[in-house]
């Protein structure tokens, strides 16, 4: 393990950090100009609830400035970079559940099947679910975790998009956008994506395709938005 990872591995480096970038977000979302389309999203969401809130990796920092009134946990992995984000979250007012999906067999030692009956539990009692869609290394390809979530539970799920003018695109896996201060920004949501309590294998893979053209569809919208395309 190198010197930076075994740093990044203590609990009070990963406290700092979390710390840090939750104030650092304040800041984003304190000097830039948010606009929410549709404008009366919290309004058509409010006799929906409890519904489930999914994005993008790389697109869901300020997942906590979305939260209002509304009761939200969020899902964050397991991994140091998941302790950082769940420090981060719960400074900004959004409580936490971990563990995460794999397109491998290694769901269960990831912590997704007791997060999976975590969330189920959470949405029977009136709290709403924020997660990414897509899985890890798997950028923009919506995993088949989400949409069995909202299967067996019944909730509908809303794609949701994150975008500020003054960015910083990272050179990684799920081209993680670094949102900067000052910026013009935009929150665009979908329509719901909903999943027959039904569904088989086919209506799963119909409904997870649904909802990757639904998460690109906001995701360009919402950097329309922000760059002036439209």
């Known amino acids: 393990m190198t010197f930076g990872r075994q740093l990044r591995s203590k609990p009070w480096v990963q406290r700092t950090i979390g710390v840090a970038a939750a104030e650092y977000l304040r800041l984003v979302w304190k000097t830039s100009r948010f606009t929410l389309e549709p404008a009366d999203f919290y309004e058509r969401v409010e006799p929906k609830q409890p519904v489930i809130i999914a994005m993008w990796h790389g697109q869901h920092f300020m997942t906590p400035f979305l939260r209002r009134k509304h009761r939200v946990k969020v899902l964050i992995s397991r991994h140091a970079d998941g302790n950082i984000n769940a420090v981060a979250a719960e400074r900004l007012g959004i409580s936490t559940i971990r563990g995460s999906g794999d397109h491998s067999q290694r769901f269960m030692a990831k912590g997704g099947v007791p997060a999976f009956m975590g969330m189920m539990d959470l949405l029977a009692n009136g709290w709403n679910m924020a997660l ?3 899985v890890p290394k798997r950028s923009r390809v919506a995993g088949l975790g989400i949409v069995m979530l ?6 509908p799920i809303y794609p949701v ?24 920004g935009a929150i665009v949501a979908g329509e719901p994506v909903h999943v ?17 053209r639904a998460l690109d569809a906001v995701t360009e919208r919402a ?6 395309r439209s």
């Open 132 to 134: 990414t869609a897509d």
């Open 223 to 228: 950097h329309d938005i922000v760059d002036r």
């Open 150 to 155: 909202a299967r067996n539970s019944g909730r």
């Open 196 to 212: 027959a309590k039904d569904a088989d294998a086919a209506g799963l893979e119909e409904a997870r395709t649904r909802l990757e």
């Open 161 to 184: 998009s994150f975008a500020t003018s003054r960015r910083i695109v990272l050179d990684s896996w799920d081209r993680s956008e670094v949102n900067l201060p000052f910026s013009r």
